[in-house]
């Protein structure tokens, strides 16, 4: 671990210099991609120069232990370096877990109601809301990029943006299918009825980052049939786009102009051919341990809502909370805190094996 530390410092140093070279400078790109090298290498760095202050602090301390005069001294100097010593040693083998490339993108996110019918769009519906009260919380900005509602007020489903600091990396552990268990408005005899949601978060990309052949793209029109006054069913600027090669297809209808909804469309293809990519790779990984916590298989039932007991179970880690209310009015960051911690422990388990 220590050589490793080594060399992270060493790579600092050199980055430190090169930031400040005003040749590298005036090269914009080249310059931005060091300082973001640089600053996440910082914490790790800060942390080690800590460690070293406090194992010579402890050298320090053991040779004055010769000293009548100082000796009382020293020992309590011993005494705190070696208490603080292995605390900083784990914090550094926290840091140096491999970071999620992705972790500072933004996100599209997608809600499709699964079995249940009515009830499940309406479920769908409140999954969307209490994503948007997070967004709310975080100061995120929240863009809708195509729904499908239905009359009662649900959703078949939705599909919106998310942007803004550290998203993906609070967000990425919703994917998957989330039960409910409640007594639905429609049913006169009270019974609990079990529906799903399907959720799949997946990180906003960049031309560069997935190359897409423009002859591989099927684009076609239609007219929008969301809100948005006369506007609706006037004009074709709903855009529909069709990835030939593998058959996915991204819509956007929300916007006016189908300039904008083409944009967002291509936003969402991206994302998702992104997203089987990722997939694709991290199942070539299989050597290594990976996260049962940060799969994200879609078809996996990670959570339960169940209204009569006012509690929201994640299947993952094992953990309940018993304010529905409060969690479904966006106030997840417990829950989330948990599964980042379980994440964690689970890729630093696999860096030790």
Same mark, same amino acid.
């Not at 010769?66 to 914090?91: H, V």
């Given at each position: 671990?220590?050589?490793?530390?080594? @060399?992270?410092?060493?790579?600092?140093?050199?980055?430190?210099?090169?930031? *400040?070279?005003?040749?590298?400078?005036?090269?914009? %790109?080249?310059?931005?991609?060091?300082?973001?090298?640089?600053?996440?290498?910082?914490?790790?760095?800060?942390?080690?120069?800590?460690?070293?202050?406090?194992?010579? *602090?402890?050298?320090?301390?053991?040779?004055?232990?010769?000293?009548?005069?100082?000796?009382?001294?020293?020992?309590?100097?011993?005494?705190?370096?070696? =208490?603080?010593?292995?605390? +900083?040693?784990?914090?550094?083998?926290? !840091?140096?877990?491999?970071?999620?490339?992705?972790?500072?993108?933004?996100?599209?996110?997608?809600?499709?109601?699964?079995?249940?019918?009515?009830?499940?769009? !309406?479920?769908?519906?409140?999954?969307?809301?209490?994503?948007?009260?997070?967004?709310?919380?975080?100061?995120?900005?929240? =863009?809708?990029?195509?729904?499908?509602?239905?009359?009662?007020?649900?959703?078949?489903?939705?599909?919106?943006? +998310?942007?803004?600091?550290?998203?993906?990396?609070?967000?990425?552990?919703? $994917?998957? &299918?989330?039960?409910?268990?409640?007594?639905?408005?429609?049913? *006169?005899?009270?019974? +609990?009825?079990?529906?799903?949601?399907?959720?799949?978060? !997946?990180? #906003?990309?960049?031309?560069?980052?997935?190359?897409?052949?423009?002859?591989?793209?099927?684009?076609? #029109?239609?007219?929008? %049939?969301?809100?948005?006054?006369?506007?609706?069913?006037?004009? %074709?600027?709903?855009?529909?786009?069709?990835?030939?090669?593998?058959?996915?297809?991204?819509?956007?209808? @929300?916007?006016?102009?189908?300039?904008?909804?083409?944009?967002?469309?291509?936003?969402?293809?991206? $994302?998702?051919?992104?997203?089987?990519?990722?997939?694709?790779?991290?199942?070539?990984?299989? *050597?290594?341990?990976? %996260?049962? &916590?940060? $799969?994200?298989?879609?078809?996996?039932?990670?959570?339960?809502?169940?209204?009569?007991?006012?509690?929201?179970?994640?299947?993952?880690?094992?953990?309940?909370?018993?304010?529905?209310?409060?969690?479904?009015?966006?106030?997840?960051?417990?829950?989330?805190?948990? !599964?980042?911690?379980?994440?964690?422990?689970?890729?630093?388990?696999?860096?030790?094996?």
């Amino acid at each position: 671990m220590f050589d490793k530390l080594e @060399t992270v410092e060493k790579r600092y140093n050199e980055l430190t210099t090169q930031i *400040s070279d005003p040749e590298v400078i005036a090269q914009t %790109s080249q310059w931005q991609k060091l300082m973001k090298e640089h600053a996440d290498m910082m914490p790790i760095v800060e942390k080690y120069r800590e460690y070293k202050k406090a194992k010579q *602090s402890f050298e320090e301390a053991k040779e004055m232990l010769n000293d009548p005069e100082l000796k009382e001294l020293a020992e309590i100097e011993m005494q705190e370096a070696r =208490e603080k010593m292995p605390q +900083i040693e784990e914090e550094l083998k926290l !840091l140096l877990i491999p970071k999620d490339p992705d972790d500072d993108k933004n996100i599209i996110c997608e809600i499709r109601a699964g079995a249940g019918g009515e009830e499940a769009a !309406l479920f769908a519906g409140t999954l969307y809301r209490m994503y948007t009260m997070y967004a709310e919380r975080k100061h995120w900005k929240l =863009e809708i990029l195509n729904e499908n509602e239905t009359g009662l007020g649900g959703y078949k489903e939705i599909s919106f943006m +998310i942007t803004g600091k550290g998203v993906y990396s609070r967000l990425k552990f919703e $994917s998957g &299918v989330h039960r409910v268990q409640r007594v639905p408005d429609t049913e *006169s005899s009270g019974r +609990i009825h079990t529906s799903t949601a399907t959720v799949a978060v !997946l990180p #906003v990309v960049e031309d560069v980052e997935i190359e897409i052949n423009p002859a591989d793209i099927k684009m076609e #029109v239609f007219r929008a %049939s969301g809100a948005g006054g006369q506007h609706v069913n006037k004009t %074709s600027s709903a855009v529909r786009l069709i990835h030939v090669p593998t058959g996915i297809v991204a819509e956007c209808q @929300t916007e006016r102009s189908q300039t904008q909804n083409r944009e967002y469309a291509m936003k969402l293809l991206r $994302s998702r051919l992104y997203e089987i990519e990722k997939e694709k790779r991290d199942s070539e990984l299989a *050597s290594e341990r990976r %996260s049962q &916590v940060g $799969s994200g298989d879609r078809s996996e039932k990670i959570r339960t809502y169940n209204y009569p007991q006012g509690r929201i179970t994640d299947h993952r880690i094992g953990m309940s909370i018993f304010q529905i209310e409060d969690f479904l009015n966006g106030d997840i960051d417990e829950m989330i805190d948990n !599964l980042i911690a379980a994440d964690r422990a689970e890729r630093l388990k696999g860096e030790e094996e």
